[in-house]
């Protein structure tokens, strides 16, 4: 399996998320509230399934499994502010049987500036039998698509 996306980082396993700061991310200051920093690591973990063929939604209807965040580990390094530019990085740190860690920054990109680390965070995702909310593996199908990520990694 070939990932090609203009998200997928050509140096490593990353993917990549364009994030826009909107008056609605911030508090009364323009400064992004800290909870939405979740908010926009989640997207990029979403989308990134999406771009390896995995709709979160699909998933739950055709499969009854779904992804939820057992454990989240968050550093605040700067302020993201109204109208920044971001970019929301997701990684693989580890994958087991029934889970998935992921590794996962954001970074305010400036035309002019060097990239700058904002935030960065660990975050567990649980793979669930939906009906029951009962910890299941992660589908073969799934972990074969990041085994042949990560194959594809090493290989560049």
């Given at each position: ?23 609605e ?7 992004v ?6 908010r ?12 390896l ?6 998933l ?45 920054t ?23 039998d939906?009906g029951s ?8 199908d ?6 042949a ?8």
């Open positions: 399996m070939s990932v090609q996306s203009s998200n997928m980082s050509r140096t490593d396993r990353t993917f990549v998320w364009p994030v826009r700061v909107y008056y991310d911030t508090d009364a200051g323009g400064v509230y800290y909870a939405n920093y979740l926009f690591m989640e997207r990029a973990r979403t989308e990134w399934l999406r771009c063929g995995f709709d979160q939604a699909r739950v209807q055709e499969r009854g499994l779904l992804f939820a965040v057992r454990s989240v580990k968050v550093d605040y390094l700067r302020p993201a502010r109204l109208d920044d530019m971001l970019e929301v990085t997701a990684a693989i740190g580890s994958m087991g049987r029934a889970s998935l860690q992921f590794a996962q954001v970074v305010r990109t400036a035309t002019g500036s060097a990239p700058e680390l904002l935030s960065r965070g660990e975050v567990k995702i649980a793979c669930l939906a909310f009962r910890p299941r593996s992660v589908p073969d799934i972990l074969e698509a990041l085994s990520l990560e194959a594809e990694t090493r290989e560049r």
